[in-house]
């Protein structure tokens, strides 16, 4: 176990005199940001960049992590584009299923509603959802069963291929939640905070499929249900819009944050290995509150 009561308390001190007093350097944030982690279980990752300015601000930011549920923005995205070119619209009606095949035989498997915090879309089942409110559940309250019936539609290697022409090289959207049988073989969703960086500008700078499909994508996100880690601690004037992941070890944001003053900057923030979510989330969410001091000074 770490020894993490000097780091914390050192973090404590510098919040109650607030790091603002002083400006905060990159190389000072980068002390801040590392001191706070250190104080956690896990490993880390963050990218920052203001879209004014074009500052950045990078740790272990082409390091590969489980994705989770941060590979729903991609598929977000795939659906805009299928949509733009005409392959169906975003009001055509689909079946609601459960009952998907495995990437790694075809072999079918079924999501169980205890693990989905969407679980009112199971009442459905056997009926129809447009194509927004299934993007719009799979955004919102990160919906697997959403999240599944999207990628049958559109297709994970369709969605991998859009993220390329995005500059984003290291993501990979491989498949759907919960198939048992690709994960046991090392078969998962993967990201980087640089890449989800490359992804959420495009969209914050409304070059994402188009500047309509952008703004409407925007909108999906800054309707987050949770918001435990880029928000938790920033004022309430600043909207966030972004898109969260958590499984077993991994607690994930990303997004967009708007300022009052209409400047705007992207944050993405990643984890592995950790042996306490709460513990994590905490830590991630003081992150976030460092890179808005750094951002707002």
Same mark, same amino acid.
């Given at each position: !176990? ?27 944030? &980068? ?16 990218? %920052?960049?203001?879209? &004014? ?7 272990? /930011? ?8 941060? !590979? ?7 659906? %805009? ?18 009952? %998907? ?61 859009? !993220? ?36 959420? /500008? ?86 976030? /509150? ?8």
């Amino acid at each position: !176990m770490k020894n993490n009561l000097f780091p914390l308390v050192l973090f404590i001190s510098l919040c109650a005199l607030p790091i603002c007093a002083q400006k905060l350097t990159v190389e000072t944030l &980068k002390t801040h940001i590392q001191d706070r982690l250190a104080t956690v279980e896990g490993a880390f990752a963050v990218a %920052f960049k203001d879209l &004014k300015t074009g500052q950045t601000f990078f740790l272990n /930011e082409k390091e590969s992590f489980h994705a989770a549920s941060t !590979m729903k923005t991609p598929v977000m995205i795939e659906v %805009f584009k299928q949509a733009k070119a005409g392959v169906f619209k975003l009001t055509d009606s689909i079946p609601l299923k459960n009952e %998907f095949k495995s990437i790694v035989d075809g072999s079918l498997f079924s999501l169980n509603i205890a693990d989905d915090s969407a679980d009112s879309i199971y009442n459905q089942i056997g009926k129809k959802m447009t194509v927004y409110d299934l993007t719009y559940q799979m955004i919102i309250r990160s919906s697997n069963l959403a999240t599944n019936i999207l990628i049958d539609l559109v297709g994970a290697k369709n969605a991998n291929a859009t !993220m390329r022409l995005f500059g984003a090289n290291d993501i990979q959207v491989l498949r759907g939640v919960e198939d048992t049988k690709a994960f046991n073989l090392g078969l998962n969703n993967t990201v980087t905070a640089y890449d989800l960086m490359l992804i959420y /500008e495009k969209i914050a700078q409304h070059k994402a499929i188009s500047r309509k499909a952008s703004k409407e994508m925007i909108k999906i996100l800054l309707d987050q249900n949770f918001n435990s880690v880029i928000p938790a601690k920033l004022p309430k004037t600043v909207k966030v819009a972004h898109k969260t992941g958590s499984i077993t070890g991994v607690q994930n944001d990303s997004g967009i944050v708007y300022l009052p003053d209409g400047r705007k900057y992207v944050v993405v923030l990643l984890s592995k290995k950790l042996t306490d979510a709460k513990l994590g989330v905490a830590a991630l969410s003081d992150v976030s /509150e460092l890179l808005y001091q750094y951002a707002t000074q």
